[in-house]
Each structure stands twice: as C-alpha cells, then as structure tokens.
C-alpha cells in the first residue's frame, strides 16, 4: 500500500462499527486473496487458521508479474496473470476477528485486544512473532 493508505483505512474504520461484522481483512483494492492446497475460498481458511482461536490471522503477499501483458482483456485476473515469484516476500496481509480488533498498527496489521494473538498459515495455531516494522 501507499503511505495514505493508513488515514483511510482509520477513516473507514472509524465509521463503522465492528460489532455489524464477523471478520475485516486489509486487503487493497490492487490485491487479491488467493487459498491454495484444499481451500477453494476465503470462508475455509477463516474457518480453519482463525475460527478456534480469535484475534488475527497473516497472510504473506506473493507477487505475480504482468505475464508481459500490455492489454487489457475482459477475463479473470487469475487467468490473466499466471506467473508469480516462488516464494512468498516478507509482507503479510491481515484478517482479524471483529470482536478482537482493537487498532490498525498499518496497512497491513492491526493490534487485538490484550490476551488474543496474531496467528499465521504455518500450521493451524501458529503464533506470529512481532516484526520490527509491524508488516
């Protein structure tokens, strides 16, 4: 994300009130979020990696490449774009529970509330440990 990123999210999160919702993911407008193995949605891996634990979950970015596309064609991003580096870069996307969420640390982490913790796709209840920079 760009660095005015952050005052949008707090703006729109300001607004609304968490208790209208289950989950909030910080995805943007630019990214997708992509399961793999057996999950075929978003609802499984929430349900599996988040559901039994609460507070909330990363996710790494994978970058994917413009494949040397320089039109656009009316057909799925995923199908357009099948190239993507091997291996997850350092950047995580979050998804929080609700309930749990206490702030936006940045556009791509948030702080839960106290006793509830940060987990990863590692291996169901994988705790994150604290990045320096918080992403």
């Not at 970058?63 to 357009?80: D, E, H, Q």
């Not at 749990?100 to 982490?109: G, I, Q």
């Not at 291996?123 to 440990?129: D, P």
């Amino acid at each position: 994300g760009r660095n005015d990123d952050l005052p949008k999210f707090l703006k729109l999160l300001n607004r609304m009130s968490t208790k209208k919702m289950d989950y909030l993911a910080l995805i943007d407008v630019d990214e997708f979020f992509m399961p793999r193995g057996n999950y075929t949605s978003v609802h499984g891996v929430v349900k599996d990696y988040l559901e039994p634990y609460g507070g909330a979950l990363v996710v790494n970015w994978i970058m994917f490449g413009s494949a040397n596309k320089t039109f656009y064609k009316p057909i799925p991003v995923l199908k357009r774009f099948q190239y993507r580096e091997e291996a997850p870069i350092g950047i995580i996307k979050t998804i929080v529970k609700a309930s749990d969420f206490l702030a936006v640390r940045n556009p791509h982490a948030v702080h839960v509330q106290p006793g509830k913790l940060v987990r990863t796709t590692e291996y169901k209840g994988a705790i994150r440990l604290e990045s320096k920079t918080g992403a």
